[in-house]
């Protein structure tokens, strides 16, 4: 290929984006440019990940992070824009709900750049979620939308997106887990190094915004990890902005004998979601994750964006007391991982990210220079 020859850009700023977009952009190969917008930007949340993540190297990089949503969009939209210009692109990817999605999807649409959505028509129909408004809108712009279910593209009708700008393609999280899965003897390592036995423990993430501003829901879904701690162990990867919140409101002694740990590189919290007896989490990828690792999991917010999972596969707390229903998932996890065990998955799970890439070079064949 030579310098000149169009390439496509996936746009990623967190450490979900890179691990659902992994298989993208090793399927895409050589015509792959891959764009870090910085907004996971410390050590753990991002230095980490591009190691357990083979084949992956990114191309540039630009800086948003820590500064507010609005800064963040404007100015990753500019520097895109920028790149964008300079680098003329036959089609950018972005994948999920984050700002730097956003940015990606304006960036391209404003220089008439076909927009790739994967993940696209999830809804929580909770528009106080900055998540919501930014999967409305990237589905909007999107010339391709890639629903991961056939009731996420039916969303997508209601909305008045065209058949023509979607395909049902499955969940890129599974081509993700098959590299990033580790073998048994590196697992049990991690676990002795947690000093947690497989079943026996119960692995936390709380991160959203809608979560950990609010110190009073804050200060009660600690209460409630706090309780299940009096029970088994509970290992909490802390998230920088949930570290800081803590701090500044006073809450470290809720935390209780809650095992808090840094944020973990993929690989090894992976490790510990396929071995923990319970997972309670307010992330989005989370809730996949479980499924496809058949773990079961609470997820402390008053909505999903997949609702297909509601059946069994995890919970809502909503406007559950936590510290009752923390103790009570726990209490019936082990018959509940029972059942988990031997159901279908509600996602398509084979060769998913080629299927994504076989669509782009249908719809839009690279413009390749002489």
């Known amino acids: 290929m030579s310098h000149n020859d169009e390439k496509v850009l996936v746009v990623l700023g967190t450490r979900p984006e890179a691990i659902k977009l992994a298989g993208i952009i090793r399927a ?35 800086s948003i992070g820590g500064r507010t949503r609005g800064e963040q969009v404007g100015l990753a939209v500019q520097e895109l824009t920028g790149y964008l210009l300079e680098h003329p692109a036959q089609a950018v990817v972005v994948q999920g709900d984050t700002n730097s999605t956003l940015a990606g999807a304006l960036a391209a649409n404003m220089l008439g750049i076909p927009v790739v959505h994967v993940e696209a028509g999830l809804r929580s129909h909770d528009r106080s979620m900055p998540e919501e408004v930014n999967r409305i809108l990237v589905d909007q712009v ?46 049990e390592a991690i676990l002795r190094r947690h000093g947690v036995e497989r079943d026996l423990f119960v692995l936390s993430t709380i991160h959203r915004a809608g979560t950990v501003d609010d110190r009073e829901k804050l200060t009660r879904l600690l209460e409630g990890l706090a309780a299940v701690a009096e029970r088994t162990t509970v290992l909490l990867p802390l998230h920088p902005h949930t570290r800081k919140n803590i701090a500044a409101w006073g809450l470290e002694q809720s935390l209780g004998s809650i095992t808090v740990v840094e944020p973990l590189p993929p690989k090894e919290f992976m490790a510990l979601e396929q071995t923990a007896g319970l997972i309670i989490s307010d992330s989005g990828g ?85």
């Open 142 to 187: 999107a010339e391709l939308c890639c629903a991961p279910v056939e009731s996420n593209a039916e969303q997508l009708r209601s909305e008045g997106v065209d058949d023509s700008r979607m395909a049902v393609t499955g969940n890129t999280l599974a081509d993700a887990l098959s590299v990033l899965r580790v073998d048994e003897d590196e697992t």
């Open 28 to 62: 895409l190969g050589d015509d792959a440019a891959v764009i870090h917008t910085g907004q996971h930007y410390d050590e753990n949340m991002w230095g980490r990940v591009l190691g357990d993540l083979a084949g992956v190297s990114v191309s540039d990089h630009i």
């Open 286 to 370: 989370v809730q996949e994750e479980a499924c496809l690792f058949r773990r079961p999991l609470l997820v402390v917010r008053d909505s999903t964006e997949r609702p297909e999972l509601l059946d069994g596969w995890c919970r809502l707390l909503g406007d559950e007391d936590p510290v009752t229903t923390m103790v009570q998932a726990w209490d019936v996890s082990a018959g509940w991982r029972e059942q988990l065990a031997t159901r279908d998955f509600p996602y398509r799970t084979d060769e998913v990210s080629q299927a994504i890439v076989a669509e782009i070079n249908r719809r839009w064949p690279a413009h390749h220079a002489a």
